[in-house]
């Protein structure tokens, strides 16, 4: 379950081990850090902001006194037992992975290939799938040594810190769980909590290789600019989504407009990056910062950026204002997630959405000549026939450029999982190890439980969708021959597999 918002820990930016110790005395500390790769239909790729915020992190805490290198094993699609070359060649002390639900075997087969190497190398978990999960993770896989839930911008530079000073790692140290020095295990109960993110320095982006990324499909689903990254600009949701990991807990906290725009000015100026897609759970939350943003960006770059909301984006809080700033700037797609259109279902996963101000949002940017994408959730607990119907025919009528029917898999940890046990404990138990690529399973939870054919009515959906002629005359208009060839071949991998899984 959720941790309550007083079990968050602050700890003060200064008050650190490192800023009273000479590392230069002590031997110099090399990380791994990876991103694991699990094969999976219509994968997209992208820099791992995760990753990249750690090794900033890591690399102020330590200053010249460290050697850290990052690999993304998903866009090399590298399995595990090809790391050992690169194991033999850096010799790292620490190996860190940031890792999915679905990401979690491959995570477990990195730390074994790992420790047959080198027993000595503390193998580390983060990311999505260890929130809620460190005890699990610790007991059932003896490779794993630390595990942290929860942002790790702050504890993993300050346990990092410890070990090369090899003293006891204690359990001060809020989000992270490990082994104690008599085998025991410290589960923690607390997480960390970055109140102003202004204080995290920018991530790594000297380590991306941008023009590699730009090859290959991505989260916007299209490309305009030369280069693209990915933008977070603020953390948190203070919305209640039942199904909702909430790495980032439901306190919002962002980056200033200042910092904001000092960060896309340096992608631009040093890495010749001119679209940015922006990741943030909800980045139109704070309006002023919205017009802020944007309206800086539409005044000194006029004409020269491009941007994408492939997350994030509150249908229901958007309105011509915020429309037209984002146009001004650069804005060329929006994805609003509807999820269901049913008011029952609404309530009863806790989004609360405003379906008619949300379509009315669709249209707004449609009007400016938005590619606009709309994410649909299909096969909650309880959900009828008639319920699925519903929301496949909203998109159906709709004027959405691309929609994506996902079927739902009920996540251990959150309250929607609690809801599916409810229905059926064995087939949501077993329909949550999604740890092996299963997210595009042929058998949904829904279909399981309830027998209806959902792959079936998501199949035909998208053959619907997709073959309208106006909207296929849309699609032509807005993708480059190329984008246009990579993102079919994206479509049909999908559609010949079984629906996505969310």
């Known amino acids: 379950m959720k941790l309550p918002p007083d079990t968050e820990v602050f700890i003060p930016a200064n008050d650190v081990i490192a800023s009273t110790v000479d590392l230069k005395s002590y031997p110099r500390l090399k990380v791994l850090l990876l991103k694991p790769y699990q094969k999976v239909v ?52 620490v190996v860190g992975m940031s890792a999915l639900n679905y990401e979690a075997q491959a995570s477990y087969r990195i730390a074994k290939v790992v420790k047959a190497f080198n027993k000595k190398i503390v193998t580390v978990v983060g990311g999505p799938f260890a929130l809620n999960a460190a005890e699990k993770i610790l007991q059932e896989e003896e490779n794993i040594d630390w595990v942290f839930e929860g942002p790790a911008d702050r504890v993993f530079p300050e346990a990092l810190v410890r070990l090369v000073l090899k003293q006891e790692l204690d359990v001060d140290l809020p989000g992270f769980s490990h082994r104690l020095a008599n085998g025991q295990l410290h589960i923690a109960k607390s997480r960390d909590f970055v109140q102003d993110l202004d204080t995290l320095p920018m991530p790594a982006w000297d ?52 910092r904001v725009i000092a960060e896309i000015e340096h992608l631009y100026t040093n890495y010749g990056v001119n679209e940015f897609h922006i990741e943030d759970d909800i980045f139109n939350l704070h309006k002023p910062r919205v017009h802020e943003i944007m ?14 909301f492939p997350n994030g984006l509150r249908g229901d809080i958007i309105d011509q204002e915020i429309v037209d700033v984002m ?32 379509h009315h949002a669709i249209k707004m940017f449609t009007d400016r000549g938005l590619q606009v994408t709309a994410a649909f959730m299909l096969g909650f607990p309880t959900e009828t026939k008639e319920e699925i119907k519903a929301s496949i025919d909203f998109a159906l009528k709709s004027d959405l450029t691309l929609a994506f029917f996902f079927t739902v898999i009920p996540q251990p940890g959150t309250p929607l999982f609690d809801l599916a046990l409810s229905e059926h404990e064995a087939i949501t138990r077993d329909a949550a190890r999604v740890d092996s690529g299963s ?22 959906a998208n053959l619907r969708f997709y073959t309208n002629p106006r909207r296929i005359v849309k699609i032509l208009r807005f993708w480059s021959p190329a984008r246009l060839w990579q993102t079919f071949k994206v479509f049909v991998e999908i559609l010949l597999h079984s629906p996505a899984n969310a």
């Open 295 to 308: 309206g800086e960006v539409a005044r000194r770059w006029p004409g020269k950026m491009k941007f994408a």
């Open 42 to 93: 219509g994968a997209v790729q992208s820099p791992q902001m995760g990753i990249l915020y750690l090794t900033s992190a890591i690399r102020e805490r330590f200053q010249q006194h460290v050697d850290i290198r990052i690999l993304d094993m998903k866009l090399e699609q590298m399995p595990a037992e090809n790391l050992l070359p690169l194991l033999k060649e850096f010799q790292p002390d």
């Open 439 to 460: 997210y595009r399973a042929n058998t949904s939870w829904y279909e399981r439980v309830y027998g209806y054919r959902l792959s079936n009515a998501i199949r035909i």
């Open 327 to 358: 146009c001004d700037a650069g804005a060329y797609a929006a994805s609003i997630a509807i999820e269901t259109v049913t008011p029952r279902l609404q309530r009863l996963v806790e989004k609360n959405l405003d379906v008619e101000k949300a």
């Open 207 to 258: 380590l991306v290789d941008f023009d590699r990324y730009a090859k290959h499909p991505n989260h916007a689903a299209n490309l305009k600019g030369k280069r693209y990254s990915p933008l977070f600009t603020s953390r948190g949701c203070p919305y209640l989504c039942s199904y909702c990991h909430d790495i980032f807990t439901k306190r919002f906290v962002y980056h200033s407009a200042e």
